[in-house]
Structures are given as C-alpha cells and as structure tokens.
C-alpha cells in the first residue's frame, strides 16, 4: 500500500481524494484546516468558452476541465443541487461586439461539442428565461454551460472517498519534511504528499526551502431573496458585461458574485464596501432588489500567479511532493481535472505541457 497525504480539502484534494480512493494500492489521508476555502465561498460558474483571456494553455485547461466536472458528476451521481447544466448567457452592449461573441461560440463550438446549443437572444428572450431581469441587454446563451455548488461537490466527494476506507483530519497541518506531516499531537510519515491547499501554499512550502510566487486574492459574494417562479432551480446563469455574475439557483435564492481584491490577502472579513459593490450591480440588472433582501454572504481566498494560470506537477528536485495551486478565479473549472492530472503523475512520466508552463514559473528551491 502507498501512504498518501493529500493537504487541503477544497475541490483540488477533495477530486484527488476520491480518484485515488478508488484505485487499488493506495491508502489517503485528507488534512483540511477548513477556513479560507475559495471553494466553499464560489459562486460556481463553470463556462469558460467565451472568456476573454487568450492564454492558450489555461483556456485548453478550463475547456477540458468543464468536460471532466460533467462526467464526474454523472459517474458519482451528483444531484442537480450540486451540479446542473443550466446554461449560461454572456451578454455585450455593442451589437458588433455581440456579433464577435456569436461568431467565437460557433467556431469554438466545432472543436467542443458540450457547448451545446447556441442562440442570440434578444432583449424579450433573456427575460422569458430570466424574469427577474429588468435590465434591456442582449446576448448569447450556451445550453452547455453549468453551474456548481462547491461546498455540496465537495461533501459528497469526500464521502465517497471515506466510503472507499479514506481518513479525514480537520486540522491545520505543518510540512515536517518532504514526508512527514506535522499535526497538533503526532508526526506522520508518507510516500507521497499532495500539497492541494490553494493560497496556503507558500506558507507549507517554506519550510522544505521553496520560494512560491502565489498570492491569495480575496473573494466576497452575496446570496439575495427573491421571489420564486416556476423552474427557477434551472435559471440559466447570467454573465452581465461589466456587471457581477447574477445567478438564481432556485427557492428564492439569487446569487451575485464575486469580488477581486488583492489588497486584504487573508483578510475573512465581509465588509460593507463589498455588500454596496454587489447590490448595486444586482439592482442594474433587476431593478426590484432591495439591500434588504440579503440572506447570506461568503467570504474565500482564492490563489493566483503572476500570470493568473494554475500549476500543478512534482516539486523540482523533489520526488516526494505533488503540488498544485494559483487556479484564481476559475478554479471550479479547472481543479477537477487538475486534481486528475496530479493523480496521473504518481505513476506516469509527463508535465501536460499542453495545459501550462514549466512548474519552475511559479516555484523555486532558494539557494
Ligand atoms: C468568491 C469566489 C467566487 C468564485 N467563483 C468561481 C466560479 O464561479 N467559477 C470557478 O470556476 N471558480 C470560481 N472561484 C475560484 C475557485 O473557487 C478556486 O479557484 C478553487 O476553489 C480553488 O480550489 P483549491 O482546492 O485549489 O483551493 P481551496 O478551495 O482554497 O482549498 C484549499 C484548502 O486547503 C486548506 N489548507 C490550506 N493550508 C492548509 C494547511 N496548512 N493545513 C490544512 N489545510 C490547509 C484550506 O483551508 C482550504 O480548505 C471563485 C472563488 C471565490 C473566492
């Protein structure tokens, strides 16, 4: 049996927790210190096809990331609460600029058939699929685009993954060395360590003398009262030019999301500033939404790189520890499959050169 430690329980180590808890040959223990998880506080959108980011690798990443979050899904037989095909519609204010979107979503769809079905909608059209929308805009809808709950996605991977005989610690965690983690009362020894911890990164990697360039970037999102309407659990997601991402998620919940602020790192604060950024947007877009009607708010840290691209792969000069991090604003997207990729290296010999940069980009042994 190979011991493995996987640290950080958001959906990067809750994936790998459950893929390696099927193979043979492998026993996991899961180390989360559950605060700060950009996981949990997601708004959940997963439609990378139309995003305005031209990095090749990450878009190859997210692309083939939402395929493998839809098949995990199926395989594990998620319910629609925690992972729905709803679609989602992008929208722009310029006509030109909506013809270019239109035209994007038909070439990119030749090469990926889960985008499904592509419409322009008109004005009338968004508000037959969203009559809670009260804004004039236009734009185009994806039949493949989903969304997640990713607190729901996680919990029922890691109770799986406890089914196939995993062990789940809740605790903060030290790196000892590159095979031993260090917990409140005991040291542990592994073959292999998955480092899985998101904006945590750095602070584990200090000790076995690695310099990572990783910043946490805070995330803030509220969920609003609504009045329901009949099928609002299948709204469509809205992705508003230049507004926060509007999603109705069904029993008079709505969701709008999120915040990017580099300035507060892991600061868990929801704050005031946030609560009027996002109402205000929320009104823009549905003109009957009071502040009043807040239900909820989460608070997350994601991790991103100087070049906004995740990594994954073995330390350098290491063959003990596996790490991945930096998957920013789109990690829902992409960590499922990063999450595989990892567990694929503990027994083939590749870098997935097709989905990002050398793993030196982001990390280094200091001298
Ligand atoms: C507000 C917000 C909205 C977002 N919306 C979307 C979206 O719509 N679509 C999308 O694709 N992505 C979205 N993201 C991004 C996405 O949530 C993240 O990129 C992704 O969840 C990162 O997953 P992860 O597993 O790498 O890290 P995390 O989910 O942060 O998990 C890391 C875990 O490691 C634990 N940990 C860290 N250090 C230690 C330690 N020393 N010991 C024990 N445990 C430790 C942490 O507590 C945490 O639980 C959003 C993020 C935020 C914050």
Redesign the pocket.
Known sequence: MKKIAI????????TAAYLLSKEPGYAVTL????????????????S?WLSKRRNQKWYALASDGAHFIAQLAQETGMSPQTYLQSGTIVTRKDPQALDALEALAHERRQSVPMMGKIERLTRTQIKERMPLVTADLQGVFISGGA?ID?QRF?ADLLKLSQQNGSQIWH????LKNDQTVQTTHQDLTFDVILL??????N??LAPLGYEVTVHP?????IELKVPTYPEDQYAPVLMPEGEK?FMPIGNGRLII???HENEPEFDLEFTQEAFDELVASAQRMDANIHKSDLLAT??????FTDDFSPFFGWLPENSHVLV??G?????????PL?AKLMTTMLTQQTSYANYQKDIETYLHKKE
């Open positions: 640290i950080g329980g958001g959906i990067v180590g809750a180390f989360d210190q559950e605060t700060g998880q950009a996981t949990k506080a997601a708004a959940g959108i997963i990378p969304r990713g996680v605790e903060k965690v030290m899985c911890a998101g904006a945590g990164v602070e584990l970037q805070k995330g803030q999102l991402d999301g999120a915040t989460r608070v997350g840290t994601r991790a991945a991090s998957l920013g604003s789109s990690g829902l997207t992409t960590g990063v």
